[in-house]
């Protein structure tokens, strides 16, 4: 498990644009954390790092947007429809399992059905410090060269 601390928006985007540079394909990233962390801020960066040029935004009313990169990219919020059933039924399970990138706001809400080999990521305020961010990445290495921004 990999634990950094951001300090801003800016270095959330930043550590998810190394997260994207990563990624080639079949991957699924699992996005948990309260209102306001900085969920879409990161894959906002992920999507950078895939190369992505559209703009990215959360797909909270369309629940699942696509974008075109270097691989296909789907962003998925389970923000406003949390049953796993309904899910299941607009045929979630082609895209977990697909050669895309599956970016998944609130995807603690389909725990049962993820795949076991997901990249999760937990982000955390810092009420004592506006701005700052705590963030758990698991599934992922990232080395302390691509984590330099952060000491900047």
Not at 3 to 19: M, P, Y
Not at 74 to 91: K, S, T
Not at 103 to 126: A, N, S, V, Y
Request: aromatic share 8%.
């Amino acid at each position: 498990m990999v634990e950094v601390v951001s300090k801003s928006a800016e270095d959330t985007r930043k550590l998810g644009k190394a997260i994207g540079e990563k990624l080639h394909g079949g991957e699924v990233v699992v996005l948990i954390g309260e209102l306001g962390t900085g969920k879409t801020t990161m894959i906002k960066g992920i999507c950078e790092g895939l190369g992505v040029s559209d703009p990215v935004e959360s797909p909270t009313f369309t629940l699942i947007n696509e974008y075109r990169g270097k691989v296909p990219v789907y962003h998925v919020d389970c923000y406003r429809e949390e049953r796993l059933e309904e899910w299941i039924e607009l045929g979630i399970s082609e895209y977990l399992y697909s050669d895309s990138v599956v970016l998944i706001e609130w995807g603690e809400r389909l725990e049962e059905i993820l795949p076991d080999d997901k990249i999760t990521i937990h982000l955390f305020h810092d009420f004592d410090q506006e701005g700052v961010r705590y963030i758990q990445i698991d599934g992922i290495e990232l080395s302390k060269n691509e984590l330099r921004f952060l000491e900047e």
